[in-house]
T-cell receptor, first 110, second 113 residues
Framework: GQQVMQIPQYQHVQEGEDFTTYCNSS?????IQWYKQRPGGHPVFLIQ?????EVKKQKRLTFQFGEAKKNSSLHITATQTTDVGTYFC??????????FGAGTQVVVTP | ETGVTQTPRHLVMGMTNKKSLKCEQH?????MYWYKQSAKKPLELMFV???????ENNSVPSRFSPECPNSSHLFLHLHTLQPEDSALYLC????????????FGSGTQLSVL
């Protein structure tokens, strides 16, 4: 069945540094979504990518959808303590089924 | 505040108890979902309702029983649970099924003793 893998599982980042988290699907996706879950909180929708090679930016966050629509990345520049949390990708396949990855837990060191 | 309210926030129950989780959405959405979130695992979709009709059941044990009396309310009835059922149970809603973003509630942290 469809699998969505996220790497790394953990990311320790020094405040001010950049980092990237990756999402890979075993099947071609119709779209991909990203969510952020703060410690003790619930997942909050960040963005949806639909087109092959699409790139979207939200302030310091840059989201990219691969040309083959099987992978995606989230790049954060100049990390801040407010970026702490777990970032989930969720890929939707051609049948409409949404599959979440296990998430990348981000810890920011001041 | 996401417009999706879950109660209770925390629940401790014994294996012989019966309890219910409640979810209410104030967004006018047509689809509602139950997800299970366990540590270090992807979110697991349990049930999906669209316009009060169950549209997906992902092989969830019968000790979990959903109920959707109307498009704004969703319940998850629990009985004779196992300790491995301890997890965060998240309710979510979306405008419709398909290419829609999910709005999650704050979840119920369930501990089964």
């Amino acid at each position: 069945g469809q699998q969505v893998m996220q790497i790394p599982q953990y990311q320790h980042v020094q405040e001010g540094e950049d980092f990237t988290t990756y999402c890979n699907s075993s099947t071609t996706l119709s779209n991909i979504q990203w969510y952020k879950q703060r410690p003790g909180g619930h997942p909050v929708f960040l963005i949806q990518l639909v087109k092959s090679g699409e790139v979207k930016k939200q302030k310091r966050l840059t989201f990219q959808f691969g040309e083959a629509k099987k992978n995606s990345s989230l790049h954060i520049t100049a990390t801040q303590t407010t970026d702490v949390g777990t970032y989930f990708c969720a890929g939707r396949n051609s049948w409409g089924k949404l599959q979440f990855g296990a998430g990348t837990q981000v810890v920011v060191t001041p | 505040e996401t417009g999706v309210t879950q109660t209770p926030r925390h629940l401790v129950m014994g294996m012989t108890n019966k309890k219910s989780l409640k979810c209410e959405q104030h967004l006018g959405h047509n689809a509602m979902y139950w997800y299970k979130q366990s540590a270090k695992k992807p979110l697991e979709l349990m049930f999906v309702y669209s316009l009060e009709e169950r549209v997906e059941n992902n092989s969830v044990p019968s000790r979990f029983s959903p109920e959707c009396p109307n498009s704004s309310h969703l319940f998850l009835h629990l009985h004779t649970l196992q300790p491995e059922d301890s997890a965060l149970y998240l309710c979510a809603s979306s405008q419709d099924l398909g290419d829609e973003k999910l709005f999650f509630g704050s979840g119920t942290q369930l501990s089964v003793l």
